[in-house]
């Protein structure tokens, strides 16, 4: 699809647009309908062969296809066995990034099952190894599978069926192999070269502002992970408030430091484990923290006058909250079940690189690292 803007095509594509009010779900039910139907099962098995890898046995007469079975996404049971094995499962990941512990807990839920499909249109993220390692007695079970393979499984429709559904199948196409193409660039273009920015005006007209921010923070915490080479501090990536979140978390003591980036924001904070006792208690909690906590101190983390954030160069003036403001706010707060997240934060410059800041986080934790072991 060389030279065609991938965004108009995915905005003129009918399918796409349907899909956009359960953008998994969609995928899923998509699979379903190919599977549960006669004239498409060929189809269908044509391309859980391409996922597994290998020929299947499998006739329209002696299997069912099951949506949302224990959570499970998608589900091919055995119709002659009595207890029902499944013969594979299939988890779907189009707007989130694969989680270990989601698909350990469902290749414990159906251990028996004979294949393990992840179809995911990231293709790259932190826990691909460690899926890709989730076995039982050194088999490996998992097979992770692209969107450009769902895509490429699809091309050759078999004899049998209406012009319509030949017509569904070849839009569904060419929306999901748009949409492969696209978080291919949208990774591609997270470059240490590359400024830190926003995203365009066009994602969010195509309502797709959500993967987006997923795709291009899950590579930015794959690159800020390799680039950081450690094992006794852990990087996370998420989303909240509309916007990705990427995280460094060095435990330490009975409480974490954390480095958090989201959107504008570069953030130093403090979580406390446990249950919040209200305003005066943060404020003891706060000036504890200043004047007994050896890291911070030494780091200057968090500061009642001016923390230090790393390189100048990486943000504009000023720290938030400003603390020679009138109201005298020394930090803002985020009161979660069972903890306590104290923050200071600065905003990045418009021209700071993704180089500059991976830089900066790895000279912060490596600072903060040295000073733990003293």
Same mark, same amino acid.
């Given at each position: 699809m060389e030279n065609k803007d991938l965004l108009v095509i995915l905005k003129e594509s009918p399918l796409f647009n349907l899909s956009l009010s359960s953008k998994e779900l969609f995928h899923s039910n998509f699979l379903w309908w190919l599977g549960s139907n006669e004239r498409t099962f060929p189809l269908f098995k044509q391309v859980m062969e391409r996922f597994v890898g290998t020929a299947l046995q499998w006739t329209f007469d002696n299997i069912s296809v099951k949506r949302e079975n224990k959570h499970i996404d998608l589900c091919v049971k055995n119709k002659n066995k009595a207890d029902q094995e499944p013969l594979l499962i299939l988890e779907n990941k189009v707007k989130s990034i694969p989680n270990k512990e989601q698909l350990k807990e469902y290749y414990e839920k159906e251990s028996k099952a004979e294949n393990y499909v992840l179809l995911s249109l990231a293709t790259e993220f932190l826990d691909k190894t460690a899926i890709e390692n989730i076995s039982e007695?050194?088999?490996?079970?998992?097979?992770?599978?692209?969107?450009?393979?769902?895509?490429?499984? &699809?091309?050759?429709?078999?004899?049998?069926? !209406?012009?319509?559904?030949?017509?569904l199948i070849n839009d569904y196409r060419t929306?999901?192999?748009? &949409?492969?193409?696209?978080?291919?660039?949208?990774?591609?273009?997270?470059?240490?070269?590359?400024?830190?920015?926003?995203?365009?005006?066009?994602i969010e007209e195509c309502r797709l502002h959500d993967l987006y921010d997923k795709l291009r923070y899950s590579q930015l915490a794959l690159m800020l992970q390799k680039q950081l080479n450690r094992t006794d501090v852990y990087v996370k990536t998420g989303y909240s408030n509309k916007s990705g979140i990427v995280e460094v978390t060095i435990p330490y003591e009975d409480h974490q430091l954390i480095i958090q980036v989201q959107g504008n924001s570069y953030r130093h904070a403090y979580v406390y484990v446990g249950k919040d006792e209200g305003q005066k208690w943060r404020k003891c909690l706060w000036n504890r923290i200043l004047k007994e906590d050896k890291v911070v101190r030494k780091t200057n983390f968090l500061s009642s006058k001016e923390a230090d954030f790393g390189s100048d160069k990486l943000f504009k003036d000023g720290i938030y909250p400003k603390t020679n403001s009138p109201e005298g706010k020394q930090y803002n707060v985020f009161v979660g079940k069972n903890d306590v997240f104290i923050y200071q934060?600065?905003?990045?410059?418009?021209?700071? !690189?993704?180089?500059? &800041?991976?830089?900066?986080?790895?000279?912060?934790?490596?600072?903060i690292c040295e000073i733990i072991k003293q």
């Open positions: 007695n050194g088999s490996k079970k998992w097979k992770i599978c692209s969107y450009a393979d769902f895509a490429e499984a &699809l091309k050759i429709i078999p004899d049998g069926l !209406t012009q319509y559904e030949c017509d929306f999901i192999l748009s &949409l492969h193409e696209l978080a291919q660039q949208w990774i591609g273009n997270v470059r240490p070269d590359n400024l830190f920015k926003e995203k365009s005006n066009k934060s600065r905003q990045f410059c418009p021209d700071a !690189t993704i180089g500059e &800041l991976l830089e900066n986080i790895c000279n912060e934790v490596e600072s």
